[in-house]
């Protein structure tokens, strides 16, 4: 994996849909009517996180769940951080 | 529920192993083995969460999960967050 140069970043950006970048971090937003189906998303990242040894940080409040994806081997955002937003923007 | 004042706080977190209070929050970071551990940990939760009608806000971060507890009805901590986080230490 190779960090990605800023315009890969933006390219990759525009494939996706409501993520952003902040700082080294691709970040999307989920909300849900509940806590309890809050959760169920968290779930059914999990197979997708160890399919691709790769896992998201979260962030859970309520009904709302935030997911924030890096590279730490790499100190940025590589092409495993896009290709797992993508998988996890179709849960 | 009414909020504690700090002396009932400081009791009540003396009764609790390894909770700290930061600001309006009481809060713990539990370790696990791995993403799959910290996330059954997570689903644990639901069920007493759900049953207090209380819900406390969750940052999981690979193996680490990271509980808040607060009373944002009240604006600060109340017994609820202190039953809550008693239940939590014990699952």
């Known amino acids: 994996m190779t960090l990605l140069s800023d315009s890969e970043i933006q390219t990759k950006l525009g494939e996706l849909v409501s993520w952003e970048v902040r700082g080294k971090e691709l970040q999307r937003t989920f909300e849900f009517a ?4 809050a959760i169920d998303f968290v779930n059914r990242l999990v197979e997708p996180a160890e399919s691709a ?7 859970v409040s309520y009904n709302k769940v935030t997911v924030s994806l890096t590279t730490h081997d790499e100190g940025g955002l590589t092409a495993k951080d896009f290709d797992l937003a993508r998988i996890i ?3």
Do not use: R
């Not at 509940?34 to 189906?37: D, H």
């Not at 040894?53 to 962030?59: E, I, M, N, T, Y």
């Open 89 to 91: 923007s179709a849960l």
């Open 53 to 59: 040894g790769h896992h998201p940080d979260l962030s």
């Open 34 to 37: 509940n806590f309890v189906q």
